[in-house]
T-cell receptor, first 110, second 112 residues
Framework: AQSVTQPDIHITVSEGASLELRCNYS??????LFWYVQSPGQGLQLLLK??????LVQGIKGFEAEFKRSQSSFNLRKPSVHWSDAAEYFC????????FGTGTRLKVLA | DVKVTQSSRYLVKRTGEKVFLECVQD?????MFWYRQDPGLGLRLIYF???????EKGDIPEGYSVSREKKERFSLILESASTNQTSMYLC???????????FGSGTQLSVL
């Protein structure tokens, strides 16, 4: 069955530190992959997406993600975290429907 | 900008009431979706629609129904609200194909 796993429920980083959020998926073919961010009490906003081509994709707010087929992963990265990045992050895969991970809540220490 | 508007930000209802959650999108998207979001469970698909008057069950349709009479509007109906339907409800829309979802701000429903 298709699935998306985000192994880290909570992550805490200091402002200015680098960030990597992990995402693994299970799907037989090449999937369409997404990262969304959700600020408290809000809906989800698209950060970036991967459909095909270059495996390193750039998104909004300085985020990037790398698709690694051999590892079935699509990890989200940011070189220097800002306090405003504190939010919940969701990885998603589109097969015949969208499947979301359970999310990673990011806390940023000043 | 794409706008997906959910009619209520917060809603408090009583057990047994019939509840309507409304969602309107302004980008002529073919696809519309209803999710519920609970802590630790992520987003779970309730129902979706690929066209007017068309609906498909998602992963957790029990206790819910939907209506899509016009392309821009997708309504979620709780026929007889129960306390276990207390949740955040998110509406989303997209073009056909593999495009990304655009989300509304959500409705936090409390059933007492």
């Amino acid at each position: 069955a298709q699935s998306v796993t985000q192994p880290d429920i909570h992550i805490t980083v200091s402002e200015g530190a680098s960030l990597e959020l992990r995402c693994n998926y299970s799907y037989g073919a090449t999937p369409y992959l997404f990262w969304y961010v959700q600020s408290p009490g809000q809906g989800l906003q698209l950060l970036l997406k991967y459909f095909s081509g270059d495996t390193l994709v750039q998104g909004i707010k300085g985020f990037e993600a790398e698709f690694k087929r051999s590892q079935s992963s699509f990890n989200l990265r940011k070189p220097s975290v800002h306090w405003s990045d504190a939010a919940e992050y969701f990885c998603a895969v589109r097969t015949y429907k969208y499947i979301f991970g359970t999310g990673t809540r990011l806390k940023v220490l000043a | 900008d794409v706008k997906v508007t959910q009619s209520s930000r917060y809603l408090v209802k009583r057990t047994g009431e019939k509840v309507f959650l409304e969602c309107v999108q302004d980008m002529d998207h073919e696809n519309m979706f209803w999710y519920r979001q609970d802590p630790g469970l992520g987003l779970r698909l309730i129902y979706f629609s690929y066209d007017v008057k068309m609906k498909e069950k998602g992963d957790i349709p029990e206790g819910y129904s939907v209506s899509r009479e016009k392309k821009e509007r997708f309504s979620l109906i709780l026929e007889s609200a129960s306390t276990n339907q207390t949740s955040m409800y998110l509406c989303a829309s997209s073009f056909s194909g593999a495009g990304e979802l655009f989300f509304g701000s959500g409705t936090q429903l409390s059933v007492l």
